[in-house]
């Protein structure tokens, strides 16, 4: 089997030393960003007041910072070719990571000019390596992507949902950093099917610093990703994506669509179910998937365990969603009808499962969507 062929040829990178140092760097500046707190914790505190939060003690909010820091200690070990595909991600990532690490700071940064600065992220990270999407497998839209500033405007959409999608999953200790995690590794995994072993490395180093701060943010909850470091992985895992469909025709692009299914469907639900109860599109909400899992099971299964546990347990088995997307993947990555195919069938299975939390039975996803509006189910959810 490929997948298991794979693994073993990841094993064997010669980046594993890199990725090391970029875990190791990570994981310590982590640590340092927690028991410094009392130093900056008057700017960088994120309290428990909020529709949306799930945590109960004021605890920093900015785990990009360590993790972008992580990176540049990984480039002073890399191989050139390493260096060469880091770079532009860490300096067209810029945008995302200022304006989201200025959210974190300051609570004044809008989420418009959030958005506009990952899309700028996107038009960077063009501008500096030529690459844009100009191929999505669908007859009609590639002919209009061949006109590069529609590719150009196009990339950046795609990077701006993604790290979008990216900061709404980022809610419960550990959830975003394995949903990620398991998505580059499945990225990684996908490079080394099509012999790039330098695209594998980049994304092998990037879930590596993540993991580093993921060993701090999970279970105890001492340090958040913050809206920095939400954006800013956001915007990495999109661009890998967008060199892996550009250095290899053989790549569906559905194929890293669906190993972003569960952030990208989930955006993508949270706008629907905003218009459906009339709400503005960027409203903070507790009908999130992970907000309601916990809710509905993690809360019943758990009930003896503190908050901090339920929260974590939480993150761990919603974030772990996303590896059935990863080796679905790994088998389909080379036919656009198959990735399409377990891309509708993964994202029909999300609205099923919300579907049966919001109704407490199953019932058809067209069924929620569709036939019986889920405007009636939501509107009586707080």
Known sequence: MNLFQNLSDLTQLSSLNAALWGFL????????????????????????????KAHTDPTPRIGGIPIVLGLFVVLSQASADIRDLLTPVLLAGLPAFMFGTAEDLTNKVGVLPRLMATMLSGVLAWWITGYSLTRVDLWGFDTALQWLPFSVLFTAFAVGGVANAINIIDGFNGLASTSVTLAFLGFALISVGVGDTSLASLALVLAAVVWGFFWVNW?????????????????????????????????SPFAPLLVCVHPVTEVLFSIYRRRMRREHPGMPDRLHFHSLFQRRYVARWFSSWSGTAQNSITG??????????????????TSA????????GLSLGYVSLYARMVRH?????????FVQPASTSLGRLQ
């Open 25 to 52: 760097a990570t994981f310590a500046l982590c640590i340092f960003t927690v028991v410094t707190k009392g130093w900056h914790g008057k700017f960088t505190m994120d309290t428990a007041i909020g529709i949306q």
């Open 219 to 251: 279970p105890l909850g001492k340090l958040f990703l913050g809206d920095g470091g939400s954006y800013f992985l956001g915007f990495a895992l999109a661009w890998v994506a967008v060199l892996m469909v550009q250095l290899h025709p053989e790549i």
């Open 316 to 333: 761990l088995l919603v974030g772990f969603m996303t590896l059935t997307a990863v080796l679905l993947a790994q088998l389909v990555y």
């Open 337 to 344: 009808l198959l990735s399409l195919f377990a891309l509708f």
């Open 361 to 369: 039975r199953w019932c058809s996803p067209f069924n929620f969507l």
